[in-house]
């Protein structure tokens, strides 16, 4: 039977217990929670391109301005990339497509993501994964998913001055719905489509995203156009 997704409760209370992205990146790159994530994330084989490199193998925080208007979430950090890395959207195919919408749309520094020292200055804007480390298949569970929702719950905490949501693919729209829903919002009509806005109460305005993988940008599925038109459109809607 194919894998069908699924909807996560977020399994937080409402305050958190932290009052800097420092000390939660501090108990997000040391958590060990699920066994699954662990196994895979220390085990995955060194890609023939980096060899010699000192894989992060570690859960990825999530990284850029702490004071963003603008949240770009994903589903979970890349095998090669941000699992590499140890930044989110940073040295893979995904990552390289993704700058190069942010910087077009004014919001990174740079037109590519390589490394933790590569210099790339985020404005305005906010990365992070709805599941901190890379999973097997792509594949979160949802006890994996429940697990890292309190991380999420607090980079969004955090994040006061956050006006849009933009989720990349349907997994981390969902765990978006899921936050809203635990919030009070009414979720129950939205789908994900491209380029849909979902605007609920008293929450930044959510946006509908296709990833940015290569089974999607090769395929034409999701062009460079249609991904900076996006974030150019979520710019223009600001507050001044």
């Not at 990174?108 to 599941?131: E, F, H, I, K």
């Not at 829903?181 to 994900?192: D, N, V």
Request: glycine letters at 8%; proline letters at 6%; a positive charge.
């Amino acid at each position: 039977m194919p894998w069908q997704p699924f909807s996560v409760k977020v399994a937080t209370k409402r305050r958190l217990p932290y009052r800097s992205f420092r000390e939660l990146r501090s108990d997000v790159v040391s958590c060990e929670k699920c066994p699954r994530l662990v196994r895979f994330r220390t085990t995955v084989s060194v890609r023939a391109a980096f060899r010699g490199q000192d894989y992060w193998r570690r859960p990825v925080p999530g990284f850029g301005d702490a004071t963003a208007r603008i949240v770009v979430v994903g589903l979970a950090p890349a095998a090669h990339g941000g699992n590499r890395t140890g930044r989110i959207f940073t040295g893979d195919e995904s990552a390289r497509f993704l700058m190069r919408s942010l910087h077009d749309a004014g919001l990174a520094s740079q037109p590519a993501s390589l490394s933790r020292d590569d210099g790339l200055v985020l404005t305005d804007c906010y990365m992070t994964a709805a599941v901190k480390c890379v999973p097997p298949e792509d594949r979160p569970t949802p006890k994996e998913f429940r697990n890292c929702s309190v991380y999420l719950d607090a980079e969004l905490e955090l994040l006061s001055r956050a006006e849009a949501i933009v989720a990349l693919g349907h997994l981390a729209f969902r765990s978006i719905l899921d936050w809203a829903a635990s919030r009070g919002a009414e979720t129950s009509g939205a789908k994900f489509e491209h380029g849909r806005e979902y605007g609920f109460e008293g929450l930044p305005n959510v946006y509908a995203c296709y990833h940015p993988s290569p089974r999607n940008t090769y395929t034409g599925k999701l062009t460079r156009r249609m991904m900076t038109g996006l974030f150019k459109r979520v710019v223009k809607g600001r507050t001044a």
